[in-house]
């Protein structure tokens, strides 16, 4: 084992190192209540208090300690273990984070195309510097959420960034929903964003009655209800809903919300931050590849 004893280092064989006049005030500093957690804050204020080349023999001295008495460190997240865990969370956060922007600017250097034909629903000009493909899930909770962060982003962007809405559906009252919206989108594509929130705010509904749900929400909406009915057996739609289904898996999406940001994916529902960021990055790059 190893431990301070007035003021030194010691280590099992009884031998010390460390011996400095500032060490007392060190130790006295951080007040042995920490238990061995101190030894490691305390060898690491020495340690950068030395001289340079005597530091990084000290270093090398603590190292060796930690490698042969790991129950120090053991110790010490027993000790301090709610402090610990929060500054792994803390940096693992930050790594995922700056992986994620790495994945990001690769993935714009490689974009993925997906198919948007005419009459689909989207909010923001045709020929906005940024496009923002949406796949979603109508009973999907997080979709939810993304939903309105992606509005409030168009929103704080109207003349950069386009939002194109497509359907991840997996599941049958989800596929009932995804055809409801399209075709309700044929009528009013006011009325089919708002369908959408209706539709969102009711998930559950959704989920355990569907057309019973679904058709009360497009009535509340202002729907021609005559027009949806004969809409939701035209082939072409329930063909689009599969086909972009089917698009996201081919893109090897499994789960949703997922946004394309001008062909860059950005899995989840991530805060508006996130997305600002990536919009920003795409409309810069777009000015790069313009630039003669």
């Given amino acids: ?14 031998k010390g190192f460390m011996k400095r006049p500032y060490q007392n005030a060190v130790v006295a500093g951080i007040g042995g209540s920490m238990g061995k957690w101190s030894w490691l804050v305390a060898a690491a204020l020495v340690c ?18 930690l490698r042969d008495h790991p129950e120090i460190v053991l110790e010490a997240i027993r000790q301090q273990g709610p402090a610990v865990l929060e500054v792994i969370e803390t940096t693992a956060r930050a790594r995922q984070k700056e992986l994620e922007r790495v ?13 948007l034909e005419a009459g689909r629903a989207s909010l923001g000009p045709q020929n906005a510097p940024v496009t923002i493909v949406e796949y979603s899930d109508f009973l999907c ?15 704080n962007h109207p003349e950069d960034t386009r939002l194109v809405f497509k359907h991840f559906a997996t599941g049958k009252n989800s596929i009932r929903a995804a055809l409801y919206f399209e075709a309700i989108n044929l009528q009013d594509p006011k009325k089919a964003w708002a369908f959408m929130d209706g ?35 035209r082939k072409d ?11 996201a898996r081919d893109f090897g999406f499994e789960g949703t919300p ?11 529902a991530v805060p508006i931050e996130i997305l600002e960021e990536f919009v920003g990055v795409a409309a810069k790059a777009g000015k790069a590849a313009n630039t003669p």
Avoid at 206 to 224: F, P, Q
């Fill in 1 to 14: 084992m190893a431990g301070f004893v007035d003021g030194r280092l010691m280590t099992a064989r009884g």
């Fill in 48 to 65: 950068t208090m030395a001289q340079p080349a005597k530091a990084e023999d000290d270093v090398e001295r603590v190292r060796k300690v």
């Fill in 103 to 115: 994945r990001f600017a690769q993935s714009l250097a490689k974009p993925l195309t997906p198919v």
């Fill in 141 to 155: 909770h997080f979709c939810g959420q993304a939903s309105g962060t992606v509005k409030t982003l168009i929103e």
């Fill in 199 to 233: 539709v969102f705010a009711r998930q559950k509904d959704v989920s355990e009655k569907g057309d019973e749900v679904l058709d009360a929400i497009a009535k509340e909406v202002g729907a021609d209800a005559k027009k949806l009915a004969e809409d939701l057996k």
């Fill in 237 to 247: 739609l329930a063909d689009r809903v599969a086909a972009d289904t089917k698009e």
């Fill in 258 to 268: 997922v946004f394309l940001v001008n062909g860059a994916p950005v899995r989840g």
